[in-house]
């Protein structure tokens, strides 16, 4: 089949896909919401890689309108933060058509669920394969609009459709090209795997005093930031996320394992926040000087508030998680109320429910 690409998100890791693939021949179109970072990239139709990647693509165009967008295209990868999901998602559902595959790239946590909920709500009767990946392709950011630098490309993305059943057909449309993608069990490993909801808003909430002090003294987030302490409280979120997963059937790697098969920074023996200082690629890595950025104002209700709504269904406790959102949603009272179950569509479904929902 003929590939024709939609990069929805002109951002960092919308830019860089869109480079990516044309630079690999792909037909792709952009959309963002932004006229002035359309308008730059329609003045070359150009996107420049650096670094891990030294090249340059062509693009059909870049638009404002999803209509144009999405028309003539087949796959349609939303590269977008999560709290945009939803927003994003209204604009997309009126041109969705049968045999269009919606990967969302990557969907934080529950993402998949919240897209579907979304075209349920609005009456979409689409038949579209529906995937999620579990994290962003690259390292990367732009240097201008059409010139990205990007810093490493990930060799394992794990990948999965909503249901299960369409593991086939999203693998068929995007790893041929991308083969870096790899196909999991369902949408609950890639929910479920997303460990930025445990470096991100712990860490943040748990250095609030040196956050908010003024003068604002800059420090590293990992390397200074992830203290013995805060570290131990990360590992212990974590060894609640492991145990939804594996009430659910699902055995995932603990954040101190992934560390050390990612970056190889120490051994598994090493505690969490040793590991963080021992890797060198957070060298200069410096934390935020406001509570409200992404790593509180997203990944708190995108992601571990979707993971409560499953340990909810999986009948886990998860008083650590469940502080830390009660603290951010507390102190950050603008707060979106993000995934709740309610949000997803789960509400009040039992285990076995969930499980064969997400398989089909």
């Not at 932004?34 to 670094?51: C, D, F, Q, R, W």
Request: net charge negative; with cysteine.
């Amino acid at each position: 089949m003929e590939r024709v690409w939609a990069i929805i998100g002109g951002g960092n890791g919308g830019q860089s896909i869109a480079g990516h693939l044309s630079y690999l021949g792909e037909k792709v179109r952009l959309f963002d919401v932004v006229p002035a970072t359309v308008s730059a990239l329609n003045e070359t139709k150009e996107i420049i890689l650096h670094n891990a990647i030294e090249g340059s693509g062509k693009i059909e165009f870049a638009t404002c309108d999803m209509r144009e967008a999405i028309e003539g295209a087949n796959i349609l990868m939303v590269v977008l933060p999560s709290i945009y999901h939803r927003s994003i998602a209204e604009k997309m559902i009126p041109y969705l058509k049968d045999g269009m595959t919606v990967l969302l790239h990557p969907e934080a946590s529950c993402g998949a669920i919240a897209f579907r909920k979304c075209m349920d709500d609005l009456g979409c009767t689409a038949k579209i394969v529906l995937g999620a990946a579990g994290t962003l392709l690259y390292s990367t950011r732009i240097a201008k609009n059409g010139e990205v630098h990007i810093f490493g490309i990930k060799n394992d993305v794990p990948m999965a459709a909503l249901p299960a059943k369409d593991n086939g057909k999203l693998a068929e449309a995007i790893c041929p090209v991308l083969p870096n993608f790899h196909l999991v069990d369902n949408v609950l490993v890639t929910s479920l795997g997303n460990i930025n909801a445990m470096m991100h808003p712990a860490p943040m909430l748990l250095n609030t005093s040196r956050i908010e002090r003024r003068p604002f003294e800059p420090y590293e987030y990992y390397h200074e930031g992830m203290t013995p302490s805060i570290g131990k409280y990360v590992e212990a979120e974590d060894k609640e996320r492991i145990a939804v997963a594996a009430a659910l059937g699902i055995k995932l790697r603990s954040i101190r394992d992934d560390y050390v098969i990612m970056y190889r920074c120490g051994d598994h023996d090493t505690p969490l926040y040793q590991l963080c200082k021992n890797n060198p690629g957070y060298t200069g890595v410096m934390t935020h000087d406001t509570l409200r950025t992404r790593y509180c104002m997203e990944d708190i209700p995108y992601s571990l508030v979707a993971i409560q709504a499953i340990a909810k269904i999986a009948g886990v406790a998860t008083p650590c998680i469940d502080a830390i959102v009660q603290v951010g949603r507390t102190i950050l009272d603008d707060m979106d109320e993000g995934r709740t179950a309610d949000a997803l569509g789960i509400a009040g479904m039992a285990r076995e429910e969930l499980l064969t929902d997400v398989h089909g």
